[in-house]
């Protein structure tokens, strides 16, 4: 089951973050911090999966953002690993090839559109749907319904 799904920039900001299991408000500054520094602090070289306390982390990079996901020790870290890739492919193919330089300003300015996207394929932390098609469908229509 996934625990949190969080989006990262290279200073450590969080532009996304989204908790499937209750954490205090108080204590997710405190995880943010922590899981962030530790996956900053890795080499390219190193693996995306890192054991953290008592659940686990899969993160990958993309230009200067990391896409960090906590995960219990049941759930399969390539696939979580293959949902990022899928998630940041979607937001590319919703947010029309925006340049890498955009894209952070393009998920703080949307971000009511990236946590629909993130919704459609994460529900109560399991993985519900990776069809990209689908995932935009809803997206699409409220464009549709916001033009007229």
Known sequence: M???FLMVN???QTRLSRYYE???INKRTMLEAEVIKNCLSRSKDQCS????KDFKLVYRQYAALFVVVGINETENEMAV??????FVEVLDKYFSRVSELDVSFS???NLDRVHIILDEMVLNGCIVETNRNRI????LVLDKVAES
């Open 136 to 139: 935009l469908a809803p997206l």
């Open 2 to 4: 996934i625990k949190f």
């Open 107 to 109: 998920i703080m300015f």
């Open 49 to 52: 999966f890192v054991e953290y």
């Open 22 to 24: 209750h954490v205090e």
């Open 81 to 86: 690993y293959e949902l990022i890739h899928n």
């Open 10 to 12: 290279k200073q450590g």
